[in-house]
């Protein structure tokens, strides 16, 4: 072999290995899919527990309306012989107070839920629930809110 061939070929072997130089490029790609996976996976699982939350609200709401509106006037309930019952709606924003505190919510939950509207014949609740998400917590670090809005009417039969 001439010399110039072995140089032509030792050239077209640095031009093959210039242009295939990748060191390193699969880690990047590793990084990235990781990334990406986490991001999806933060999405998911703070996606279902903000579902969680609101329905847990919701849940609490209703039962906390029902609770209220349970405490009726007995005196008006008998002079009515069954047919009417009113509710003691005066009380409705300490006992959706009292159930929420039952309930577990934190000391400023109970103070932002309460009655929405109030009557004899129908109460209205709200309940505030505060939570952090999990893996989105990482980058945000404030906690976020829900609310559970729900209404009981006072029934006989």
């Known amino acids: 072999m001439s010399r110039a061939r072995v140089r032509g070929a030792r050239a077209l072997v640095r031009r093959v290995r ?19 996976f ?6 998911v699982v703070d996606g279902g527990l903000s579902i969680s939350q609101r329905e ?3 849940d609490i ?14 005196e008006a309930l008998r002079a009515s012989e069954g047919r009417n019952a009113p509710i003691n709606y005066e009380n409705c924003a300490a ?4 159930f929420a505190g039952r309930s577990g919510l934190s000391s400023a939950d109970v103070a932002a839920s309460g009655c929405v509207s109030a009557g004899a014949q129908q109460v209205e609740v709200r309940i505030r629930l505060t939570y952090r998400p999990v893996l989105t917590g990482l980058f945000y670090s404030a906690p976020l809110t829900v609310h559970g809005t729900a209404t009981a009417e006072s029934v006989t039969g």
């Open 18 to 36: 210039a242009a295939c130089d990748d060191q390193g490029s699969g880690a990047a790609a590793v990084i990235m899919f990781a990334l990406l």
């Open 38 to 43: 986490m991001v999806l996976a933060a999405f």
């Open 56 to 58: 847990r609200a919701a």
């Open 61 to 74: 709401a209703e039962q906390a309306a029902r609770y209220a509106a349970q405490d009726i006037d007995e």
């Open 95 to 98: 006992r959706v107070a009292e």
